[in-house]
């Protein structure tokens, strides 16, 4: 059980436009998902937090405008990165919380490269 | 706030000597902590995880930490390593309110397993 499945797993698009990346959790219930970024050869840094139903909390730093939370359901958390550049490459990674102390389950990523 | 310091960002073993990736921990309330696994271009696997019962956690794979509070430490061992065994492991720690969700992880240390 807890599987947490992302879409698409690598994206490639041009500077300006803007590209939706999907976070879901297949067999279980997430009130809470977490969005991630990891540049190469480093560690994961939390972007944000997902609340189903109310808006993201975004971690210091981060542009809210640039990067879009919505948690439509219970299962369905979408980051969408607007207007993107070159800068905004680099791999996202979601993860969906269990409750009751579980830990978090993670996505298999997504590498998005802005050309 | 809480954080995590993983000694060493890369740990070198033969295939079949003993795997240790030590961690360190900075928390001002009783801490949840894991072990996490990435291969390439992956999202992360969960190892194991210390939510207050046994200190002496056993995880997949033939994982397996010890906390120990005293030491403010959950280092990660495994008896006898394998070639599969090669990867970025991440330690990280969350604090209780977020069930393990929102995670706070250390710089990783590269595992390279040497025939």
């Known amino acids: 059980g807890a599987v947490v499945s992302q879409h698409p797993s690598w994206v490639i698009c041009k500077s300006g436009t803007s590209v939706k990346i999907e976070c879901r959790s297949l067999?279980?219930?997430?009130?809470?998902m977490f969005w991630y970024r990891q540049f190469p050869k480093q560690s994961l840094m939390l972007m944000a937090t997902?609340?189903?139903?109310?808006?993201?909390?975004?971690e210091q730093g981060v542009e809210k405008d640039k990067f879009l939370i919505n948690h439509a359901s219970l299962t369905l958390s979408t980051l969408t990165v607007t207007s993107a550049h070159p800068e905004d490459s680099s791999f996202y990674i979601c993860?969906?919380?269990?409750?009751?102390?579980?830990?978090?389950?993670f996505g298999q990523g997504t590498r998005l490269t802005v050309v | 706030a809480q954080s995590v310091t993983q000694l060493g960002s890369h740990v070198s073993v033969s295939e079949g000597a003993l795997v240790l990736l030590r961690c360190n921990y900075s928390?001002?309330?009783?801490?949840?902590l894991f072990w996490y696994v990435q291969y390439p271009n992956q999202g992360l696997q969960l190892l194991l995880k210390?939510?207050?019962?046994?200190?002496l956690v056993k995880g997949i794979n033939g994982f397996e930490a010890e906390f120990k509070k005293s030491e403010t430490s959950f280092h990660l061992t495994k008896p006898s390593a394998h070639m599969s065994d090669a990867a970025e492991y991440f330690c990280?720690?969350?604090?209780?309110?977020?069930?393990?969700?929102?995670?706070?992880f250390g710089q990783g240390t590269e595992l390279s397993v040497k025939p």
């Open positions: 997902s609340n189903e139903g109310s808006k993201a909390t975004y």
């Open positions: 993860s969906a919380r269990m409750s009751g102390g579980g830990g978090a389950f």
């Open positions: 067999d279980f219930q997430a009130t809470t």
């Open positions: 990280a720690v969350s604090d209780r309110s977020n069930q393990g969700g929102k995670l706070i």
């Open positions: 928390s001002s309330v009783p801490p949840y």
């Open positions: 210390y939510t207050s019962a046994a200190t």
